[in-house]
């Protein structure tokens, strides 16, 4: 019989039997491949409930504020630039970088970051805008008292050397800003203030283009006549000041100071919102930040983190970078502000810096300008309003 067949050796089976064993042989051989379409549990598990419940979460996103503002210019077509577009067509906010929650922030900023990014999730893009510009307990540290030395090009051809002379005691601060300029004069720009929580605190702003009249800007901040302001000697309005609103060149310092705080907040993508006064209005800059790059001066490569102002509104063509050297302390090795024609006005770092070790930072430590001094303060940011950069010459 088969059955005794397949399990005693005998002579071979007649005929009959052994097609009926190769045909059982075909049907199993046939029937294999549809046993291996289910593969062992083993080789492809199934994600665990632990799994899914510990995978982290997508980071989260805020809406950046492609607020308008207006840069600084040598002469006076500022004035008219806000007044006027020309239908060029300004980065609109949707495309504005979304900067992320940053695991190397510190907590505060981790969980503010967090908070707008929850925001977004369920509000409008208003609301999510004002939530991303709510910085509670921002640190930053004084850059230490320094003179600069720079040098200016326009348009690549290189001019007479300009300087920057910053002061402070940690107290108060004095910023003199010296650009010669070819056939007009040297233009000068003078910012000096106090320092209180959320910074530099300007308390007069002066501009003086050459041979021309100076131009003033106040800051009353003092809020026993009312809310705090600003007036200006070339304008009849007044402006009103919100918390850590800034002059134009003020604001190099204070991201200076808030880059040194926390030099790891800065990262490419991250936008910030700076309410900044000139000679006669104020306006927010947002300031966004490009990423590490390297800088060529007259000393030779230092490597330098890139800040660039976004357009302030629609045709705003104005550009303004700025570039901060950890190896200066964080202070600016390079400027360049490009105008609407493309004109470029540069200032790039020229020398060594001769600070003073004795300058406290905000927390009582001895400040350094070559060294990053991250021990600050934490400052309270302005809710929509941060601070910003100036430019070189113009606005």
Do not use: C
């Not at 495309?95 to 922030?105: E, G, H, L, R």
């Not at 300009?162 to 040297?186: A, E, K, R």
Request: charged share 20%.
């Amino acid at each position: 019989m088969p059955a005794h067949a397949s399990a005693t050796p005998e002579p071979s089976p007649p005929r009959s039997a052994r097609h009926a064993a190769s045909a059982s042989e075909r049907g199993t051989r046939e029937s294999a491949p549809i046993a291996r379409a289910k593969p062992p549990a083993h080789t492809t598990p199934p994600p665990s409930d632990t799994e899914a419940q510990t995978a982290p979460p997508a980071p989260p996103t805020r809406a950046s504020d492609a607020a308008a503002t207006t840069p600084p210019n040598i002469d006076t077509a500022d004035a008219a630039d806000r007044s006027t577009t020309d239908g060029s067509s300004a980065a609109p906010a949707a495309t504005t970088p979304q900067p992320t929650a940053d695991a190397s922030s510190p907590a505060s900023a981790t969980a503010s970051l967090g908070a707008s990014a929850a925001s977004d999730a369920g509000a409008g893009p208003g609301v999510a805008a004002h939530a991303a510009n709510a910085h509670d307990g921002e640190k930053f540290s004084l850059p230490p008292s320094s003179e600069l030395r720079y040098d200016s090009f326009y348009n690549g051809v290189q001019n007479p050397s300009g300087t920057i002379h910053w002061t402070t005691d940690g107290t108060t601060y004095q910023m003199i800003v010296s650009i010669p300029l070819p056939f007009v004069g040297t233009y000068s720009y003078i910012s000096e203030g106090r320092i209180d929580a959320f910074g530099l605190s300007p308390l007069r702003y002066t501009e003086q283009h050459g041979r021309r009249g100076t131009d003033v800007t106040t800051f009353d901040r003092d809020e026993n006549d009312g809310k705090p302001h600003a007036s200006f000697t070339r304008a009849a309005s007044s402006v009103d000041l919100p918390p850590g609103a800034q002059d134009r060149f003020s604001m190099f310092m204070q991201l200076s100071s808030l880059v040194r705080g926390n030099p790891t907040r800065y990262t490419p993508g991250v936008t910030r919102q700076f309410f900044v006064l000139d000679n006669d209005s104020g306006e927010t800059w947002p300031i966004e930040t490009v990423g590490d790059e390297v800088v060529r001066t007259s000393q030779g490569f230092v490597p330098a983190r890139h800040f660039t102002r976004l357009p302030r509104r629609e045709g705003d063509r104005r550009k303004i970078d700025v570039w901060l050297a950890q190896s200066l302390g964080w202070l600016p090795i390079r400027f360049v502000q490009t105008e609407p024609d493309g004109t470029q006005i540069e200032l790039r770092f020229a020398g060594s810096i001769a600070h003073d070790d004795a300058a406290p930072t905000r927390d009582g430590n001895m400040g350094d300008a070559s060294r990053d001094d991250t021990h600050g303060t934490s400052a309270p940011s302005p809710s929509s309003h941060d601070n910003a950069t100036p430019e070189p010459a113009h606005r």
